[in-house]
Each structure stands twice: as C-alpha cells, then as structure tokens.
C-alpha cells in the first residue's frame, strides 16, 4: 500500500474532537434551537405572503364578497389554530396565516399611501422598482407612472392637470424597442 494509512490513533483522536464538537453544541443546544425555530417561522410567513401575492399578481385581487380572501384564509386558519383544528400543526398554521395577513395588511398600506398622494395632487410612487430583480410596472420613457387602471400609455393623470404632448418618434421608438 503507497501513501495512506490510518492508525488506531488518527481514529481514536477524529472520535474525540468529534465529541467534544457535540459537547460544544449541546451547551449552545437551546439558542441554535431557538434561532432554527425563529427562521423557519419567518420562512413560512414569507412563503404564504410571496405565495399569495404571485397568485394576485397572476390573476388580481381574489375576493369573496367585499373581502380579500388572503385576509379571510389567515383569519380562518388563526381560527382553526386556536381552536386545536390544526393538531400538532399549530404553530405552522399560525405562521402561515400570519404571512396571509401582513402580506394583506402590505397592499391596504400601499393604497392608503397612493390615496394620500392623490389627495395631494402628487403622482403617488412607483411601488415597484424600476429595473428591479422582480419588477413588473415601469414608467415610459418620460417617466410617467405607471398604475393599474390607467390608461393604455400609462400615464397618471391627476383631475384638472394639463394633457401632456403627443409622444414624439423616438419615445415611441423607445416603447417599442422595450417590447422586443
């Protein structure tokens, strides 16, 4: 045999340090634990947010009624939760409804600011950022907002604001050149 060998000392020695690496992390046991704990809370909160608004995003706001039904689904399953429907689950139940609800609580806010800035006679923010990983509303060439509901250039018009100029060649030009 060339070159390697291990003796019943090498193993001897790997086995102790790999013990006193256990003993080391039993001591720190509850804090790795609770720190575990808290990132998958926070990734089933962001899961059922995300989830919910690619769905809303895909097929707009779903309702039943006058209520959203991401606000209605993390309502019931708190519900659900409480009342022991969710079994040894619980927890997971809560963390999922919990991300339903902020992801609801996240669009009212948005709209509650758009609502303020209209009333100012301001065009409200791009919420989605402008070359963004994720963004999916832009503004045209001149930077006119673009928001749901508005007309097919995608511009925000505020009540009494003069109609801005025809756009020119190479704005159209431009337009098209993003579509391609």
């Known amino acids: ?5 291990i003796t019943r000392r090498d193993i001897t020695s790997a086995l102790d340090k790999a013990r006193a690496f256990r003993d080391v992390g039993m001591l720190h046991k ?11 809370c926070q990734v089933e909160s962001v899961a059922a ?4 608004g690619v769905l809303a995003g895909r097929y707009g706001a779903i309702k039943v009624g006058p209520l959203h ?10 519900g659900a939760a409480l009342f022991g429907f969710t079994g040894k689950y619980g927890d997971h139940a809560h963390n999922f409804a919990t991300g339903l609800i902020d992801g609801y609580a996240h669009r009212v ?14 065009p409200p923010p791009n919420v989605m950022a402008k070359g963004g990983l ?14 749901a509901g508005t007309n097919p250039r995608g511009e925000y018009r505020i009540k009494g604001a003069r109609r801005p ?7 159209i030009a431009a337009m098209t050149s993003q579509v391609r």
């Open 109 to 122: 806010g948005i709209g509650i600011g758009t609502r303020m800035a209209i009333a100012a006679r301001k």
């Open 69 to 78: 039904v991401d606000f209605l689904a993390g309502m019931a399953l708190h």
């Open 165 to 171: 100029a025809p756009l020119t060649p190479a704005e």
């Open 30 to 40: 509850p804090a790795i634990e609770g720190a575990v704990g808290a990132l998958a």
């Open 134 to 147: 994720f963004s999916v509303a832009g503004t045209n060439p001149r930077g006119d907002y673009h928001i």
């Open 1 to 5: 045999m060339s070159g390697f060998q």
């Open 49 to 52: 947010s995300l989830g919910y």
